[in-house]
């Protein structure tokens, strides 16, 4: 159990569909942020929350919407997905405003698949 | 700006051997320097981090790493591998005179095998 919680594991979309990527954090972490895998490529860093507020927007389509209820919960939406935005999407947490020197804590991902 | 560099895409070792994964950064100030470590279908896992002092870094899983100033290296490192710590691992690197970033920049990832 890695204290923050990703749903669904597996999501198979096609490119018209609009679904959303959910993750629970019960760390009592201040910051989170969601990553791209995609194979040999390092990891791409999308949003980052601290405190509910969205601090960092790295240059990410607007076909990805997050979302940040609290600071327990992430969303990120899909809408009008394209096959290269097939990846893993992991969510992580951390606690933030300690000196930038506290780790992340990941989730185990959503395996995302575009057709 | 800050890198990160992980030469070796892939590092084989025999199973009781010494096993060292290379890391190297460039920050334009002191660094905050990380490793995971990824299991297949997970997330990744932190395993240790260097932040100030002694440049012997001890972490999770009998793993350390030591910090080099000069060589601007973190490799890591384990006495004794075991088949289990076959896994991709990845380095990171913070540079604290980033203007008020909190973001990491990764490393490719190594993958290592150990050979039993």
């Known amino acids: 159990e890695t204290g923050v919680t990703q749903t669904p594991r597996h999501l198979v979309m096609g490119m018209t569909n609009k679904k959303s990527l959910k993750c629970e954090q019960h760390?009592?972490?201040?910051?989170m942020y969601w990553y791209k895998q995609s194979a040999k490529k390092p990891l791409e860093l999308m949003f980052v929350?601290?405190?509910?507020?969205?601090?960092e927007n790295n240059s990410v389509p607007s076909r990805f919407s997050p979302e940040c209820p609290n600071s327990s919960h992430l969303f990120l939406h899909l809408h009008t997905l394209q096959p290269e935005d097939s990846a893993l999407y992991l969510c992580a947490s951390s606690q933030s405003r300690q000196g930038g020197n506290s780790p992340l804590h990941f989730g185990n991902g959503t395996r995302l698949t575009v057709t | 700006a800050q890198s990160v560099a992980q030469p070796e895409d892939q590092v084989n070792v025999a199973e009781g051997n010494p096993l060292t994964v290379k890391c190297t950064y460039s920050v334009s100030g002191n660094p905050y320097l990380f490793w995971y470590v990824q299991y297949p279908n997970r997330g990744l896992q932190f395993l240790l981090k260097?932040?100030?002092?002694?440049?012997l870094v001890k972490g999770s899983y009998g793993f350390e790493a030591e910090f080099n100033k000069s060589q601007t290296s973190f490799h890591l490192k384990k006495p004794s591998a075991l088949v289990s710590d076959s896994a991709l691992y990845f380095c990171a690197v913070r540079d604290l005179a980033g203007a008020g970033s909190y973001q990491l920049t990764f490393g490719k990832g190594t993958k290592l095998s150990v050979i039993p």
């Open positions: 760390l009592g972490h201040n910051a």
């Open positions: 929350y601290n405190f509910k507020e969205q601090t």
């Open positions: 260097y932040i100030t002092g002694d440049n």
